[in-house]
Nanobody, 120 residues
């Protein structure tokens, strides 16, 4: 079992920044791929970014160059630094243990989510 708890969401003006954190507990973390996903109102949950245990990272095209995923294997935490936020980034953001199948990302363990609201 893996337990994930997100924090760091909030209300920010367009152009601003937020840093999300996800604390993991339970079974091993360092060998897992960890990801961030988001779900906007009326839309399906979508992949945002992933951090491979070996150090590689992946990003959705919509956030590339603005968001940065990082991890601390000692503290069992994963982070999402979000810069140049715009209103389209408004969503509930979820941390997950992630898997990739082809170009499709999914998760098997999920946090409860943290709300990010970007005002214009």
């Amino acid at each position: 079992q893996v337990q994930l708890v997100e924090s760091g969401g909030g209300l920010v003006q367009a152009g601003g920044s937020l840093r999300l954190s996800c604390a993991a507990s339970g079974r091993t973390f360092s060998g897992d791929t960890m990801g961030w996903f988001r779900q906007a109102p009326g839309k399906e949950r979508e992949f945002v970014a992933a951090s491979i245990w070996s150090g590689g990272t992946y990003y959705a095209d919509s956030v590339k160059g603005r968001f940065t995923i990082s991890r601390d294997n000692v503290k069992k935490a994963v982070f999402l630094q979000m810069n140049s936020l715009n209103t389209e980034d408004t969503a509930v953001y979820y941390c997950a243990r992630a898997q990739r199948s082809g170009s499709r990302w999914s998760g098997d363990y999920w946090g409860q989510g943290t709300q990010v609201t970007v005002s214009s």
